[in-house]
Nanobody, 126 residues
Framework: QVTVVESGGTLVQPGESLRLSCVVS???????????MGWYRQVPGMQRSLLAQ???????GYADSVEGRFIISRDNAKNTAYLQMSDLTPEDTGVYYC?????????????????WGQGTQVTVSA
């Protein structure tokens, strides 16, 4: 059974940077690199929104709201993905989720229905 665990969320001030991690376990072999994945953010009362995506070929894509500030990356040897966030604003506050093993439809990552982490809270406030 695949397990996804995010970490790294905390309280930061506007303008600061933060890196989130997403560790995937339960894969039957060195398969991390062949799967697509995505990072999402959810704020109260809203659906989760896709922020960054990484294909099995490490081709990346970003939502307009984070383009140029966030970077998604993967360490295939560690079964770990990262979301490097910079120049954070209060609008970046939310619970950040990692989803692993979804599909690409029309160039957009579609999440796996079950392979979500528990989320990690990021709060950007002075």
């Amino acid at each position: 059974q695949v397990t996804v665990v995010e970490s790294g969320g905390t309280l930061v001030q506007p303008g600061e940077s933060l890196r989130l991690s997403c560790v995937v376990s339960g894969l039957s072999g060195p398969l991390f690199s062949i799967y697509h994945m995505g990072w999402y953010r959810q704020v109260p009362g809203m659906q989760r929104s896709l922020l960054a995506q990484s294909s099995q070929y490490s081709k990346t894509g970003y939502a307009d709201s984070v383009e140029g500030r966030f970077i998604i990356s993967r360490d295939n040897a560690k079964n770990t993905a990262y979301l490097q966030m910079s120049d954070l604003t209060p609008e970046d506050t939310g619970v950040y989720y990692c989803n692993f093993g979804g599909s690409y439809i029309g160039g957009i990552y579609e999440p796996h229905p079950r392979q979500w982490g528990q989320g990690t809270q990021v709060t950007v406030s002075a």
